[in-house]
T-cell receptor, first 114, second 111 residues
Framework: EPEVTQTPSHQVTQMGQEVILRCVPI?????FYWYRQILGQKVEFLVS????????KSEIFDDQFSVERPDGSNFTLKIRSTKLEDSAMYFC????????????FGDGTRLSIL | QKEVEQNSGPLSVPEGAIASLNCTYS??????FFWYRQYSGKSPELIMS????GDKEDGRFTAQLNKASQYVSLLIRDSQPSDSATYLC???????????FGTGTRLKVLA
């Protein structure tokens, strides 16, 4: 069964450094998402992406965040200058173009900021 | 009212019992609903989708949708300790197709 893949599974970065989290969505999916989950807390929506542009973003998704689909397969989340509070699990999800279909999640990247 | 609301729990049930997880939603949320299971430290995993009023069964899981009362529930029959996880309810808003997740209900199945 096709799945969403995320790399790396764990990323350790010094505060202030840039980090790029990578995702390969399911191949025929058209909508892509990033979520964040701080340890012990709920899953929080960051951004949705469709047709090569951001369709929606949350208050969390401020100027230090950006997303890109650099080629036909990858979908990336960049955090420009990481802060301690960016430490969390980051999940990528995708869904097909048919309305009302579920999102499918990748296994996540654990980001640890030192 | 939150758009998708769940009791955070924990909900504790003995092994072999039926676990009943509930979710209510606001007028903004549309007719598609999803249940995800999330084990600690893992990603949400889709376990059920329901689109129309009534019940939908898949193995030990039954999803129930009641549009008039604006709730969706998940029943887990013959609960096992391996069912212990957080269960997330999600819906889609009408028109904008935005996904709204509930905060999740933590289920503990006691052996």
């Amino acid at each position: 069964e096709p799945e969403v893949t995320q790399t790396p599974s764990h990323q350790v970065t010094q505060m202030g450094q840039e980090v790029i989290l990578r995702c390969v969505p399911i191949s025929n999916h058209l909508y892509f998402y990033w979520y964040r989950q701080i340890l012990g807390q709920k899953v929080e929506f960051l951004v949705s992406f469709y047709n090569n542009e951001i369709s929606e973003k949350s208050e969390i998704f401020d100027d230090q965040f950006s997303v890109e689909r650099p080629d036909g397969s990858n979908f990336t989340l960049k955090i420009r200058s990481t802060k301690l509070e960016d430490s969390a699990m980051y999940f990528c999800a995708s869904r097909s173009g048919t309305p009302y279909q579920p999102q499918h999640f990748g296994d996540g990247t654990r980001l640890s900021i030192l | 009212q939150k758009e998708v609301e769940q009791n955070s729990g924990p909900l504790s049930v003995p092994e072999g019992a039926i676990a009943s997880l509930n979710c209510t939603y606001s007028d903004r949320v549309s007719q598609s609903f999803f249940w995800y299971r999330q084990y600690s430290g893992k990603s949400p995993e889709l376990i059920m989708s329901i689109y129309s009023n009534g019940d939908k069964e898949d193995g030990r899981f039954t999803a129930q949708l009641n549009k008039a009362s604006q709730y969706v529930s998940l029943l887990i029959r013959d609960s096992q300790p391996s069912d212990s996880a957080t269960y997330l309810c999600a819906g889609i808003t009408s028109g904008t197709y935005k996904y709204i997740f509930g905060t999740g209900t933590r289920l503990k199945v006691l052996a």
